[in-house]
């Protein structure tokens, strides 16, 4: 059982930044930000691969920026020229275990096996 817990969301005028953290209580592999804004389904933000590769979703790529420090197990997603279309829930999520996602596959929320609690990110106009 791993528990991820995010932090770093609020509110913040469009153009800013914010830094969202999640902590993993556990050893992860593959990690990934997705987010959900009311009356949509949860979308694929960006994701880092165990071996250090990223990939963003179009909407974000040039703005946001993930990483990972393996040593606090904590992922970091850095969201710059935020926009109001931004705003949403972001969930972190894990691979813990085989079957690894690959390529495309990874963007789908199912691939994952855990999820955080969701942190707020609202951007005003």
């Known amino acids: 059982q791993v528990q991820l817990v995010e932090s770093g969301g609020g509110l913040v005028q469009a153009g800013g930044s914010l830094r969202l953290s999640c902590a993993a209580s556990?050893?992860?592999?593959?990690m990934g930000w997705f987010r959900q804004a009311p009356g949509k389904e949860r979308e694929f933000v960006a994701l880092r691969w165990n071996g250090g590769g990223t990939y963003y979703a179009d909407s974000v790529k040039g703005r946001f920026t993930i990483s990972r420090d393996n040593a606090k197990n904590t992922v970091y997603l850095q969201m710059n020229s935020l926009k109001p279309e931004d705003t949403a829930v972001y969930y972190c999520?894990?691979?813990?275990?085989?079957?690894?996602?690959?390529?495309?596959?990874?963007?789908?929320?199912?691939?994952?096996?855990?999820w955080g609690q969701g942190t707020q990110v609202t951007v005003s106009s």
């Open positions: 556990g050893r992860t592999f593959n």
């Open positions: 999520a894990a691979e813990i275990a085989p079957p690894y996602c690959s390529g495309s596959g990874c963007y789908r929320p199912q691939e994952y096996d855990y």
